[in-house]
């Protein structure tokens, strides 16, 4: 029988701390402007379900085979936070809600993928020697 991958708990957290972002981004986006909603809101909720989709395949992999695939990953999610930036410049959501993405979603996600990124590197690089 094959072990399900998610259960590994530091994944877990990624994955559960990236769905309550999207349920955010949900609720923001909705109150974006028709102009936008179905522009830069969109993008913003694909980048998202992009970032969680990845984490799932990641999971799914060996260790060897993970470095890029997290790569992939910590691009997406750079993509993602410079469009919620932008929304915040346009004045498409305050800087409370910005500051509030920033303080319980941004920064432990994006210190989760890094630190991730950076067990993946030394994981390819050792079995790539």
Request: charged share 25%; aromatic share 14%; with cysteine.
């Amino acid at each position: 029988m094959l072990k399900n991958k998610m259960s590994e708990s530091i994944h877990l957290k990624l994955y559960y701390k990236i769905f309550k972002l999207i349920k955010y981004l949900f609720g923001v986006v909705k109150n974006f402007p028709k102009e936008h909603k179905y522009s830069l809101g969109k993008e913003i909720l694909n980048l998202s379900w992009s970032c969680i989709d990845l984490v799932i395949g990641i999971n799914n992999l060996d260790k060897r085979n993970r470095y890029l695939e997290i790569k992939k990953l910590s691009i997406a999610f750079d993509c993602l936070k410079i469009r919620i930036r932008l929304t915040q410049e346009i004045n498409l959501i305050s800087e409370k809600q910005f500051c509030h993405i920033q303080t319980y979603y941004i920064k432990e996600i994006g210190e989760m993928i890094g630190g991730w990124l950076k067990w993946g590197k030394a994981s390819f690089y050792n079995y790539n020697e």
